[in-house]
């Protein structure tokens, strides 16, 4: 993924956690941070971050770090 | 696998919260005149007799009133239509009328909303709590003044209700529904050491709190030293970005930074008591409609002529703001039940068109 880094950055600003919290398995529900409502911080932050608009369903399959990575790729991020 | 949180298995739900997101990012993070939520006193008798209840329950005030089951569906079809987000069902104790309130549930389509019920969980058992979870309830609030049981039931006026409302914020929990911690915070406790023991308990179980603000109204009404000063509001904004968990019904639910302040939300979250009065909110016994002579477009459209509930205020109007408190919301004898019309406390230049 070449936009893997900006996709690191904005997941880490977006659910405001300490770098060190960070690693790819992460997944909803985790960490604090992740709950319902970080989770749509995450998701507008995506939007702004790669000027895109999330499809609902896609929104509710957004469940891991990686699952995102394979969402992202249907909007031509990769 | 998808996303596991109830209110992610309501699709529709979740694009009217993304709306109000992107709502709050182009509206520089105010709320403006966005419709976010309906509070209902569906029926006003209770089982406990708390000091500052602020429907006036403990008088036996329209106890024996219930909004009708078809005006209920109506409301919540339009309310949908119109983008509403979420339905907060109070009382009194919702949780006396279990069958009732089951037909309430169905009535307004949960799948549609984000709903909650607020409780004094003294009848929330195991059993209660899952059915309400199979009927769509996506959380439920428990009011818990004190981290002393005998201080929490002084307050509320009836033995073990402490105990009862801790188990019931377990038993929420268990059953995969949002458990919240519901606390009155007011100049007299704002920063005693009994409130910082009830957040603390609170972010240890998990739970996320609720703060509302003490308001001179219902039994308090006229009792302005309740009212929390500058710098208890303060402190309440440190312990905001401490805690984590702590919410309040004006601040930014997706600020990550936890600062930002969307605003007091009168008229943006409707007070509809069993009359059908609609009130501006649950605090403001002002006057803004009724649902059996109008719409919620019609009702909501006249209250956001009102400025004082149009323009962005980042206090609490009916628990912060001393002037707004002092002239127009301690009228002597008012009520949810007897409200002050608007028309009657608002002169013309407080509309705008």
């Known amino acids: ?78 | 696998m998808t996303v596991k949180s109830l209110w992610f298995n309501k699709p529709r739900l979740l694009q009217k919260i993304k709306k109000l997101n992107d709502h709050l990012r182009k509206n520089d993070g105010k709320i403006g005149t966005f419709r976010r939520g309906i509070e209902l006193n569906y029926n006003n008798a209770c089982n406990l007799r708390c000091k500052y209840c602020f429907t006036n329950s403990p008088k036996g005030d329209h106890v024996k009133d219930f909004l009708p089951l078809s005006k209920v569906k109506e409301i919540a079809d339009e309310a949908d239509e119109l983008g509403f987000i979420e339905w907060d069902l109070q009382g009194g104790e919702l949780l006396l009328w279990p069958d009732k309130l089951f037909n309430v549930l169905d009535a307004i389509k949960p799948e549609r909303f984000y709903l909650y019920l607020t409780t004094n969980g003294y009848k929330a058992d195991r059993k209660m709590i899952k059915e309400l979870a199979k009927h769509g309830v996506s959380r439920m609030s428990v009011s818990i003044d004190s981290m002393d049981p005998k201080v929490h039931d002084e307050m509320r006026g009836r033995k073990d209700s402490w105990r009862r409302a801790m188990q019931a914020l377990e038993y929420i929990q268990e059953a995969g529904m949002d458990p919240y911690l519901n606390i009155t915070v007011g100049h007299y406790n704002a920063k005693s050491e009994d409130l910082r023991l009830l957040l603390d308990y609170s972010k240890q179980k998990k739970y996320k709190t609720l703060i509302n603000v003490a308001c001179p109204a219902g039994m308090w009404n006229q009792v302005h030293d309740v009212v929390c000063d500058e710098e208890d509001i303060e402190h309440i904004r440190k312990m905001r970005k401490e805690y984590k968990n702590l919410t309040r019904n004006l601040w930014n639910p997706f600020d990550n930074k936890y600062e930002k302040i969307m605003g007091c939300t009168t008229v943006n979250r409707i007070y509809i008591t069993a009359l059908g009065d609609v009130l501006a909110c649950p605090y403001v016994h002002i006057k803004i409609g009724n649902v059996f002579n109008q719409t919620l477009k019609e009702i909501t459209d006249y209250g956001f002529r009102i400025k004082y509930f149009r323009d962005y205020s980042p206090l609490c109007l009916a628990g912060e703001d001393l002037n707004f408190i002092k002239n127009f919301n301690s009228t002597p004898g008012k009520t949810i039940f007897k409200p002050v019309n608007a028309e009657d406390i608002f002169s013309k230049d407080d509309f705008v068109e």
């Open chain 1, 1 to 78: 993924m070449k936009n893997k880094k900006k996709y690191i950055e904005i997941f880490i600003d977006a659910l405001a956690i300490d770098k060190s919290k960070f690693n790819e398995k992460l997944k909803y529900n985790d960490i604090p941070e992740w709950d319902s409502i970080g989770h749509m911080t995450l998701m507008s932050s995506l939007e702004d971050g790669f000027k895109i608009s999330l499809e609902t369903d896609d929104i509710v399959d957004f469940s891991s770090f990686k699952k995102g990575i394979q969402i992202l790729k249907k909007y031509k991020i990769n």
